[in-house]
Protein backbone atom coordinates (compact mmCIF):
# COMPACT_ATOMS: atom_id res chain seq x y z
CA UNK A 1 0.00 0.00 0.00
CA UNK A 2 0.85 3.49 0.15
CA UNK A 3 2.16 3.70 -3.71
CA UNK A 4 2.22 7.42 -5.28
CA UNK A 5 3.30 7.57 -8.72
CA UNK A 6 4.57 10.41 -11.36
CA UNK A 7 3.90 11.41 -14.39
CA UNK A 8 5.72 11.79 -17.01
CA UNK A 9 9.09 10.05 -15.60
CA UNK A 10 10.66 12.13 -18.23
CA UNK A 11 10.12 15.00 -19.79
CA UNK A 12 12.43 16.99 -22.36
CA UNK A 13 10.91 20.46 -23.35
CA UNK A 14 12.01 23.43 -25.33
CA UNK A 15 13.25 26.83 -23.18
CA UNK A 16 9.68 29.26 -23.16
CA UNK A 17 7.58 26.12 -22.88
CA UNK A 18 5.31 25.00 -20.17
CA UNK A 19 5.15 21.51 -18.42
CA UNK A 20 3.22 19.91 -16.31
CA UNK A 21 3.78 17.12 -13.88
CA UNK A 22 1.19 14.97 -12.31
CA UNK A 23 1.07 13.45 -8.65
CA UNK A 24 -1.05 10.72 -7.36
CA UNK A 25 -1.76 8.91 -4.12
CA UNK A 26 -3.08 5.39 -5.94
CA UNK A 27 -3.79 3.53 -2.70
CA UNK A 28 -4.59 6.59 -0.25
CA UNK A 29 -5.88 9.75 0.44
CA UNK A 30 -3.71 12.72 0.66
CA UNK A 31 -4.73 15.70 2.29
CA UNK A 32 -1.33 16.96 1.54
CA UNK A 33 1.13 16.56 -1.20
CA UNK A 34 4.97 18.30 -1.25
CA UNK A 35 6.74 19.43 -3.58
CA UNK A 36 10.81 18.66 -3.94
CA UNK A 37 13.21 19.68 -6.74
CA UNK A 38 16.92 17.93 -6.57
CA UNK A 39 19.42 19.27 -8.16
CA UNK A 40 22.57 16.76 -9.45
CA UNK A 41 24.90 15.62 -6.34
CA UNK A 42 22.58 17.15 -4.18
CA UNK A 43 19.75 17.06 -1.89
CA UNK A 44 15.91 17.06 -1.95
CA UNK A 45 15.07 21.19 -1.30
CA UNK A 46 11.20 21.70 -0.36
CA UNK A 47 9.60 23.64 -3.09
CA UNK A 48 6.05 23.96 -1.55
CA UNK A 49 3.11 22.55 -0.02
CA UNK A 50 0.05 21.67 -1.65
CA UNK A 51 -2.71 21.34 0.02
CA UNK A 52 -6.38 19.81 -1.69
CA UNK A 53 -8.69 22.41 -2.27
CA UNK A 54 -6.63 25.31 -0.91
CA UNK A 55 -3.81 27.71 -1.95
CA UNK A 56 0.03 25.69 -1.98
CA UNK A 57 2.63 27.05 0.17
CA UNK A 58 5.80 28.08 -1.32
CA UNK A 59 9.04 27.71 0.14
CA UNK A 60 11.25 30.92 0.63
CA UNK A 61 12.59 31.58 -3.21
CA UNK A 62 10.31 29.54 -4.45
CA UNK A 63 8.46 31.76 -7.44
CA UNK A 64 4.78 31.00 -6.90
CA UNK A 65 4.33 32.03 -10.29
CA UNK A 66 6.31 30.43 -12.39
CA UNK A 67 5.95 27.24 -10.04
CA UNK A 68 1.98 26.68 -10.30
CA UNK A 69 0.75 23.59 -8.28
CA UNK A 70 -3.07 22.76 -8.06
CA UNK A 71 -3.86 20.11 -5.75
CA UNK A 72 -7.62 20.10 -7.01
CA UNK A 73 -8.46 16.48 -5.48
CA UNK A 74 -7.62 14.30 -2.69
CA UNK A 75 -5.66 11.87 -4.78
CA UNK A 76 -3.82 14.47 -7.58
CA UNK A 77 -1.36 17.53 -7.38
CA UNK A 78 0.25 18.90 -10.46
CA UNK A 79 2.93 21.11 -10.28
CA UNK A 80 3.36 23.26 -13.58
CA UNK A 81 6.79 24.68 -14.95
CA UNK A 82 6.06 28.06 -16.66
CA UNK A 83 8.17 29.53 -19.28
CA UNK A 84 10.50 26.78 -18.59
CA UNK A 85 14.56 27.70 -18.67
CA UNK A 86 17.20 25.63 -18.85
CA UNK A 87 17.77 26.12 -15.60
CA UNK A 88 14.56 24.45 -14.34
CA UNK A 89 16.21 21.26 -15.68
CA UNK A 90 16.48 19.33 -12.09
CA UNK A 91 15.04 16.13 -10.81
CA UNK A 92 11.02 16.98 -9.49
CA UNK A 93 10.15 14.42 -6.62
CA UNK A 94 6.78 14.69 -4.93
CA UNK A 95 5.37 13.55 -1.76
CA UNK A 96 1.76 12.61 -0.11
CA UNK A 97 0.55 12.57 3.57
CA UNK A 98 -1.70 10.30 4.49
CA UNK A 99 -4.46 12.06 5.81
CA UNK A 100 -4.37 11.92 9.42
CA UNK A 101 -0.77 10.80 9.92
CA UNK A 102 2.49 12.67 9.42
CA UNK A 103 4.36 10.03 7.32
CA UNK A 104 5.16 10.72 3.53
CA UNK A 105 5.49 8.77 0.55
CA UNK A 106 7.54 9.89 -2.12
CA UNK A 107 6.82 9.24 -5.54
CA UNK A 108 9.28 7.79 -8.28
CA UNK A 109 10.41 11.61 -9.49
CA UNK A 110 10.21 13.18 -13.06
CA UNK A 111 13.54 14.24 -14.86
CA UNK A 112 12.72 17.66 -16.33
CA UNK A 113 15.50 18.59 -19.10
CA UNK A 114 15.29 22.53 -20.53
CA UNK A 115 16.81 22.75 -23.79
CA UNK B 1 16.33 26.33 3.47
CA UNK B 2 17.87 24.57 6.18
CA UNK B 3 19.75 21.22 5.38
CA UNK B 4 20.73 19.12 7.81
CA UNK B 5 24.48 18.10 7.80
CA UNK B 6 25.62 14.57 7.34
CA UNK B 7 28.95 12.97 7.15
CA UNK B 8 30.30 11.66 5.67
CA UNK B 9 29.82 12.93 2.22
CA UNK B 10 31.04 9.83 0.56
CA UNK B 11 32.12 6.08 1.23
CA UNK B 12 33.89 3.46 -0.27
CA UNK B 13 33.57 0.34 1.31
CA UNK B 14 33.77 -3.52 0.60
CA UNK B 15 31.25 -6.02 1.15
CA UNK B 16 30.80 -7.66 3.93
CA UNK B 17 32.08 -4.29 6.36
CA UNK B 18 30.27 -2.51 8.48
CA UNK B 19 28.80 1.16 7.54
CA UNK B 20 28.16 4.32 10.13
CA UNK B 21 26.94 7.45 8.96
CA UNK B 22 25.04 10.10 11.15
CA UNK B 23 22.82 13.51 11.13
CA UNK B 24 23.37 16.91 12.67
CA UNK B 25 21.15 19.68 13.03
CA UNK B 26 21.41 23.06 14.65
CA UNK B 27 17.97 22.88 16.02
CA UNK B 28 16.12 20.07 17.62
CA UNK B 29 13.35 17.31 15.34
CA UNK B 30 10.55 15.36 16.78
CA UNK B 31 10.79 12.85 13.93
CA UNK B 32 13.97 11.26 12.75
CA UNK B 33 13.99 9.77 9.48
CA UNK B 34 16.53 7.66 7.17
CA UNK B 35 15.96 7.30 3.68
CA UNK B 36 17.50 5.52 0.51
CA UNK B 37 17.56 6.91 -2.95
CA UNK B 38 18.76 4.50 -5.70
CA UNK B 39 19.98 7.14 -9.06
CA UNK B 40 16.92 8.29 -10.93
CA UNK B 41 14.25 7.02 -8.29
CA UNK B 42 12.56 9.23 -5.23
CA UNK B 43 13.49 8.18 -1.79
CA UNK B 44 12.25 4.83 0.36
CA UNK B 45 12.06 5.25 3.96
CA UNK B 46 14.35 2.80 5.84
CA UNK B 47 13.81 3.86 8.96
CA UNK B 48 11.58 6.33 11.26
CA UNK B 49 12.33 7.19 14.99
CA UNK B 50 9.84 8.86 17.06
CA UNK B 51 11.74 9.60 20.12
CA UNK B 52 14.91 10.71 21.82
CA UNK B 53 17.24 8.01 22.47
CA UNK B 54 15.46 5.19 20.75
CA UNK B 55 17.45 2.74 18.76
CA UNK B 56 15.40 1.24 15.85
CA UNK B 57 16.77 -1.74 13.24
CA UNK B 58 15.41 -3.21 10.19
CA UNK B 59 17.19 -5.88 8.81
CA UNK B 60 21.13 -4.98 8.84
CA UNK B 61 19.75 -1.29 9.50
CA UNK B 62 20.32 0.32 12.95
CA UNK B 63 19.60 3.85 13.66
CA UNK B 64 19.20 5.70 16.74
CA UNK B 65 17.51 9.39 17.56
CA UNK B 66 20.07 11.07 19.81
CA UNK B 67 19.29 12.52 22.90
CA UNK B 68 19.68 16.10 22.39
CA UNK B 69 17.22 15.48 19.48
CA UNK B 70 19.83 17.19 17.34
CA UNK B 71 21.09 14.65 15.70
CA UNK B 72 21.13 10.73 14.64
CA UNK B 73 23.05 7.93 13.36
CA UNK B 74 22.72 5.13 10.48
CA UNK B 75 24.67 1.49 10.79
CA UNK B 76 24.62 -0.83 8.15
CA UNK B 77 25.90 -4.06 8.88
CA UNK B 78 27.43 -6.87 6.64
CA UNK B 79 27.39 -4.51 3.42
CA UNK B 80 26.27 -6.30 0.10
CA UNK B 81 26.36 -4.35 -3.23
CA UNK B 82 22.76 -3.41 -3.11
CA UNK B 83 23.27 -1.01 -0.51
CA UNK B 84 24.93 1.14 -2.84
CA UNK B 85 22.88 4.23 -2.98
CA UNK B 86 22.38 7.85 -0.83
CA UNK B 87 21.45 7.59 1.93
CA UNK B 88 19.58 10.80 3.53
CA UNK B 89 18.39 11.33 6.97
CA UNK B 90 15.33 13.42 7.39
CA UNK B 91 14.42 15.90 10.55
CA UNK B 92 10.59 16.73 10.85
CA UNK B 93 9.13 18.81 13.50
CA UNK B 94 5.23 18.17 15.02
CA UNK B 95 2.96 21.29 14.08
CA UNK B 96 4.69 22.48 10.82
CA UNK B 97 2.28 20.16 8.50
CA UNK B 98 4.43 17.45 8.33
CA UNK B 99 7.70 19.11 6.35
CA UNK B 100 10.50 17.17 5.82
CA UNK B 101 13.80 18.72 6.24
CA UNK B 102 16.87 16.80 4.49
CA UNK B 103 20.52 16.34 4.89
CA UNK B 104 23.15 16.64 2.77
CA UNK B 105 23.38 13.24 2.13
CA UNK B 106 26.07 10.07 2.28
CA UNK B 107 26.87 8.29 -0.96
CA UNK B 108 27.76 4.85 -0.20
CA UNK B 109 29.98 2.51 -2.60
CA UNK B 110 30.18 -1.11 -2.43
CA UNK B 111 33.28 -2.94 -4.02
CA UNK B 112 33.44 -6.47 -4.01
Known amino acids: GAVVSQHPSRVICKSGTSVKIECRSLDFQATTMFWYRQFPKQSLMLMAT?????????EQGVEKDKFLINHASLTLSTLTVTSAHPEDSSFYIC???????????FGPGTRLTVL | GQQLNQSPQSMFIQEGEDVSMNCTSS?????WLWYKQDPGEGPVLLIA?????ELTSNGRLTAQFGITRKDSFLNISASIPSDVGIYFC????????????FGTGTRLQVTL
Open chain 2, 90 to 101: AGQRTGTASKLT
Open chain 2, 27 to 31: SIFNT
Open chain 2, 49 to 53: LYKAG
Open chain 1, 95 to 105: SAGASGTDTQY
Open chain 1, 50 to 58: SNEGSKATY
